[in-house]
């Protein structure tokens, strides 16, 4: 009696084409891999820049309410007397910020200081000066955009009359 054989296993037709397919599913999750591993950088790098950025616009912020004397303004440095009598500055250069030598933050692509009188209007002299408007804006290395910060800095040492 002669047995009928049954085939068993696979054609190498369909082993290739199994291995082609789990090649290119394994190709498309490397890229998604790849493009998610860069953009958790790129979040990572901004939230750090983004930190450095209001940790110096609050320094500032502080720093200026208490000082006791505007030695001189311009649009990217302000030189002033600190709480304990002490003549610094913050200022911009290049695209980093620095309270005196000290930097405070990288990445600056533009910082204004603008200075206000008790009525309100604009002043470019030191002495008049009344309430400090600092602009920031910060760029994120890569494709992580720009962002801008701003405040009003009423330092408590002067005294007020007429403001708006």
Do not use: H, W
Not at 32 to 46: E, K, N, P, T
Not at 68 to 77: F, G, H, M, P, W
Not at 99 to 117: E, H, K, P, Q, T
Not at 140 to 163: C, H, I, Q, W
């Amino acid at each position: 009696m002669k047995r009928l054989l049954k085939n068993s296993g696979f054609t190498l037709l369909e082993i290739i084409l199994v291995m082609v397919l789990l090649g290119i599913m394994v190709a498309a999750t490397g890229v998604m891999m790849g493009r998610s591993v860069d953009i958790y950088a790129l979040v990572g790098d901004r939230t750090e820049i983004i930190s450095e950025a209001r940790y110096a616009m609050v320094r500032m912020e502080k720093e200026l309410e208490g000082l006791t004397d505007v030695q001189s303004t311009s649009a990217t440095r302000i030189g002033f007397k600190d709480s304990g009598g002490v003549s610094t500055d913050f200022n911009l250069t290049g695209t980093n910020l620095f309270r005196g030598s000290d930097l405070l933050a990288r990445n600056i692509s533009s910082l204004n200081f603008i200075c206000y009188r008790d009525d309100g209007a604009v002043t470019s002299s030191a002495q008049q000066t009344r309430r400090i408007q600092i602009d920031m804006t910060v760029t994120s290395p890569g494709a992580g955009g720009s962002f801008s910060l701003r405040t009003d800095v009423f330092p408590k040492n002067f005294m007020y009359e007429n403001f708006r």
